[in-house]
C-alpha cells in the first residue's frame, strides 16, 4: 500500500511537471504570436511586409548566428531602431522561453 501511495505520488509530481512544461511552451508560443510574428512570421521564416522590410533573417539562419543567450539579450535590451527592447515587459523567465520557442522554429 505504501508503495502505491509513493508511485502515485511520484507519478502526479511527473504529471505536473509536464504540463507545466506543455503550458510554458504554450505561453511562450501565444507570446511570439502576439508580440514577434508581426515581423518574424508566425513560422520564424521573417517572410512578413515588415519583416522583409526590415530584412529580418529566418528563425534558422538567426538560430545558427547567435547563441540563445545573445538572442536573450536582443530580446531585453533592443537592437538599434528596427527590434524594440522587451526586458522592462517581460519577466526574464518569459524571455528565455519565448526565445526557446523562437529557437524551436529552426528545426
Not at 19 to 38: E, M, P, V
Not at 59 to 67: N, P, T, V
Not at 98 to 105: F, P, Q
Request: net charge positive.
Amino acid at each position: 500500500m505504501r508503495l502505491l501511495i509513493k508511485l502515485t505520488a511520484i507519478g502526479a509530481v511527473l504529471l505536473l511537471a509536464a504540463a507545466g512544461s506543455a503550458w510554458a511552451q504554450a505561453d511562450a508560443k501565444d507570446l511570439y504570436l502576439n508580440k514577434c510574428a508581426t515581423c518574424h512570421g508566425p513560422d520564424g521564416a521573417g517572410k512578413t511586409a515588415m519583416g522583409k522590410k526590415l530584412k529580418i533573417v529566418s528563425a534558422r539562419e538567426a538560430a545558427e548566428k547567435m547563441s540563445a543567450q545573445e538572442m536573450i539579450k536582443v530580446v531585453t535590451d533592443g537592437k538599434g531602431q528596427s527590434m524594440a527592447a522587451y526586458g522592462k515587459q517581460f519577466k526574464p523567465d518569459q524571455i528565455k522561453e519565448l526565445v526557446d520557442y523562437y529557437r524551436s522554429l529552426a528545426k
